[in-house]
């Protein structure tokens, strides 16, 4: 039996893809800016995606902008920080290949996870993930999230 092939995304649901992974990562950035308030390669790089979306910029700067983001996560010391600063690098390196997007989610995830307080972290987990599911278009959740899955 043949493999069915996807279907190839259209430039409108990529930029849709890109938006909703710059929002999950413009969420927790809050944990990177808190430790590192004068180092904006994350926030630069979730404006980036934003331009990108806008046809402002091109692939190649929004990749630059992501490795400058991965850059700032491997100089953080502080987990929820780095998870977030990979948030925004995957979020930007959507513009290159849309599979980032869900990298983009599952980092926004672990930026939550390590800032939560231990008995609140299965509530702040459990809030963050129904909002990604409810902020993404319907007709791209299952791109991001396993079949059967839901808020």
Do not use: N
Not at 53 to 70: D, K, N, S
Not at 74 to 93: I, L, P, Q, S, T
Not at 139 to 146: E, G, N
Request: one cysteine or more; hydrophobic letters at 45%; proline letters at 5%.
């Amino acid at each position: 039996m043949k493999a069915e092939r996807a279907k190839p995304l259209d430039d409108g649901d990529h930029r849709s893809l890109a938006i909703w992974a710059a929002d999950c990562a413009e969420r927790v950035l809050p944990y990177f800016e808190e430790e590192y308030p004068t180092d904006d390669r994350p926030r630069k790089a979730i404006e980036a995606a934003r331009a990108w979306t806008r046809g402002e910029i091109r692939v190649g700067p929004a990749r630059a902008a992501a490795v400058a983001a991965h850059a700032a996560a491997r100089d953080a010391d502080e987990g929820a920080a780095r998870f977030a600063a990979r948030a925004a690098g995957h979020a930007v390196a959507t513009a290159h290949m849309a599979g980032h997007a869900r990298h983009a989610a599952a980092y926004d995830l672990k930026a939550v996870t390590y800032a939560a307080v231990s008995s609140d972290a299965a509530a702040a987990i459990a809030t963050e993930h129904d909002w990604q599911y409810r902020h993404l278009p319907e007709h791209l959740r299952s791109l991001v999230f396993p079949a059967g899955s839901d808020s």
